[in-house]
């Protein structure tokens, strides 16, 4: 089963699986030899071409600056790039066969662990910030599953989750602020409504009194009026009551209008 490359006159190369042996004699003598070549030459270009992608994939991973480590499917570590060595302050041949909760002890291997296997169940990408308590440092982590790998990508975020910190720290102290201030607006409108409030309702009270004396005074002099009215015309009730004789007519009419007259005198009393 010896490979053996092969070229032919116009250039093409093929391999073959070569089986050889002796053929001997009856007292024992080599006389000769025989085999059998199996073509595998497709086989051949597949795992050159596999091959040399899978060193063209270990240059551009060893060229990025963003940490990268492959795991396997039980999640043991098969690779880690430069930048992960660099990153995780070791090589890439310590690294190999430990898994990520292996190398992070404070409950940051934990967490990675879950965002993995999340990753692998439903069969996407996922991101994650944890906090590296024992290095003091954010690291943000994107996993990527295949059949039977998963392969993550992770970098130093530190600087970038400071400034955003700090970014959020004063928006809460500015937000904080806001509102006090806020309140003292709202409590400074709600007093000058109060004493908009307490105005409206004095010049209310002075209008209403100035209408009541208004209509006093006009009820009095029409009552003064309707009053002369009245007791004129009881006046001539009276003048006729005693000039008719008592059942007429113009007798008991005149009774009418004096009584009348004077429910009016009570009225306006």
């Given at each position: 089963?010896?490979?053996?490359r092969?070229t032919?006159p116009?250039?093409?190369?093929?391999?073959?699986?070569s089986?050889k042996?002796a053929?001997?004699?009856?007292?024992?003598?080599?006389?000769?030899?025989f085999?059998?070549?199996?073509?595998i030459?497709?086989?051949?270009r597949?795992?050159?071409a596999?091959?040399?992608?899978?060193?063209?994939?270990?240059?551009?991973?060893?060229?990025?600056t963003?940490?990268?480590?492959?795991l396997?499917?039980?999640?043991?570590i098969t690779?880690a790039?430069p930048?992960a060595?660099?990153l995780?302050?070791?090589?890439?041949?310590a690294?190999?066969g430990h898994?990520?909760?292996d190398?992070?002890?404070?409950?940051?291997g934990k967490?990675?662990v879950?965002?993995?296997?999340?990753?692998?169940?439903?069969a996407?990408f996922?991101d994650c910030?944890?906090?590296?308590e024992?290095?003091?440092?954010?690291?943000m982590?994107?996993a990527?599953t295949?059949?039977k790998?998963?392969?993550?990508?992770f970098r130093?975020?530190t600087?970038?989750?400071?400034?955003?910190?700090a970014i959020?720290?004063q928006?809460r102290e500015?937000?904080?602020?806001?509102v006090e201030r806020?309140r003292?607006?709202?409590?400074?409108?709600a007093?000058l409504q109060?004493?908009?409030?307490?105005?409206?309702?004095?010049e209310a009270?002075?209008l209403?009194?100035?209408?009541l004396?208004?209509i006093?005074?006009?009820?009095?002099?029409?009552a003064?009026?309707f009053?002369?009215i009245v007791?004129?015309?009881?006046?001539y009730a009276?003048k006729?009551?005693?000039?008719?004789?008592?059942?007429s007519?113009p007798?008991?009419?005149a009774a009418?209008?004096?009584?009348?007259?004077?429910r009016?005198r009570?009225?306006?009393?």
């Open positions: 089963n010896q490979v053996e092969e032919w116009d250039g093409t190369v093929t391999w073959v699986s089986t042996m053929m001997r004699n009856d007292a024992g003598e080599t006389i000769g030899i085999g059998i070549s199996r073509d030459s497709v086989q051949m597949t795992q050159i596999l091959q040399e992608s899978q060193e063209q994939i270990a240059s551009i991973l060893s060229s990025i963003e940490g990268f480590i492959a396997d499917e039980k999640g043991f690779y790039n930048a060595e660099a995780l302050r070791s090589s890439s041949e690294l190999k898994r990520v909760i190398i992070f002890s404070n409950g940051v967490a990675l879950a965002v993995f296997r999340n990753a692998q169940s439903d996407k996922r910030e944890v906090y590296d024992a290095e003091q440092r954010w690291l982590f994107r990527y295949s059949a790998s998963l392969s993550v990508f130093d975020i600087v970038r989750k400071e400034a955003q910190i959020e720290d928006q500015l937000e904080a602020l806001v806020t003292e607006l709202t409590d400074a409108n007093l109060h004493e908009i409030s307490e105005r409206q309702r004095a009270a002075l209403q009194t100035e209408r004396e208004a006093s005074s006009m009820a009095g002099g029409m003064a009026n009053e002369n007791t004129i015309i009881s006046q009276a006729i009551l005693d000039t008719t004789m008592p059942g007519h007798h008991e009419n009418r209008i004096l009584e009348a007259a004077q009016g009570d009225l306006t009393n």
